[in-house]
């Protein structure tokens, strides 16, 4: 009975030391930052000296603060680009899906801007919508079309940068949908064509459904990832754009926490944003739930 007790205990002891491990990491990496975040938002403080609580000034302040509602406008709009980008992915998924030439290296050329640096790309295309020697306004020259100022325009600014998100994203969304196409039962095709289908039908009876939670991962993952859009603007419009046109939620929320030092402030809109993001997310699981199908 005594060895059988002290083989308990060290069960026990072994248990509870696995057990602490990722109960320790969730204490020291999510809630103790999210907890600080919460009380660092009701307080005024430069992130240096001492803190001042001031309870929810940093909240009325933020329904207030005319920027904010601006860059959060920035944000939706940059978010057009999904759906398009989706659209565009599906079309190549299908052409990439087919017996083509050169198939596999134009697979990898789409792939190349996900891995690609960010900055880097962001630089690139600031050179491209340059006004003056850009490459897009040289290309539409050609056409005897005189291209705008992109970047320095009210207009054109939010346009240029969403072709820009669009065309780094193409290729990741890509690849997930050829594989979700190639998940398809070929049967289900079969099937339809003895029936007389064709193909605008067997894209919209077969395919497109068959994609759809590939279509619902990509749509939950960047509107989160478009919701935080901060490296592009801070590179390519470093100012916030032309009367702050192109300013995202996260540079506004940078600039006052970082550049004006004001790091209860921009943690009060940093939860705001965070609040609002897992709204919107579980808005769309809620729709997907209901819009979900079972294949028998």
């Known amino acids: 009975m005594a ?4 083989l308990h205990q060290a069960e026990h002891r072994w248990a509870l030391a696995f057990v602490a491990a990722p109960v320790l990491g969730y204490v020291l990496f999510t809630a ?3 907890g600080f975040a919460l009380y660092t938002s009701m307080t005024q403080w430069n992130g240096l000296g001492a803190m001042r609580f001031i309870g929810l000034d940093n909240y009325v302040r933020l329904f207030g603060d ?10 939706v709009f940059y978010m057009i680009g999904i759906p398009i980008g989706l659209a565009l992915s599906l079309a190549l998924a299908i052409g990439m899906n087919r017996a083509i030439p050169l198939r596999s290296m134009l697979r990898t ?3 190349v801007p996900v891995i690609s640096s960010l900055a880097a790309i ?10 003056d020697f850009g490459l897009v306004n040289q290309f539409l020259a050609w056409f005897g079309i005189e291209g705008p100022n992109w970047l320095a325009s009210t207009a054109w600014a939010k346009p240029a940068i969403v072709i820009m998100l669009i065309w780094k994203g193409l290729g990741y969304s890509m690849i997930l949908y050829l594989a979700a196409i190639q998940s398809v039962p070929r049967s289900l095709y079969e099937a339809a064509e003895l029936d ?3 193909g ?11 994609v759809r939670p590939v279509t619902f991962f990509l749509v939950v993952t960047q509107v989160i990832a ?9 590179i390519m419009t470093p100012t916030g754009g032309p009367e702050y046109s192109t300013a995202s939620s996260v540079f506004h929320i940078w600039r006052q926490a970082f550049r004006y030092q004001d790091m209860g402030y921009g943690t009060a809109m940093a939860i705001m944003l965070g609040i609002l993001i897992l709204i919107i997310t579980l808005v769309q699981f809620r729709l997907n739930q209901r819009n979900s199908f079972v294949l028998d």
């Open 66 to 75: 005319q920027y904010f509602w601006q860059s959060m406008g920035n944000t």
């Open 122 to 131: 962001a630089i690139l295309w600031q050179w491209a919508y340059n006004g």
């Open 109 to 111: 050329v789409y792939y």
């Open 32 to 34: 103790y930052p999210v």
């Open 196 to 198: 007389g289908a064709n």
């Open 226 to 234: 478009g919701s935080q859009i901060f490296t592009e603007i801070n």
């Open 200 to 210: 605008w039908q067997k894209f919209r009876t077969i395919t497109l459904p068959m």
């Open 3 to 6: 060895r059988s007790s002290r």
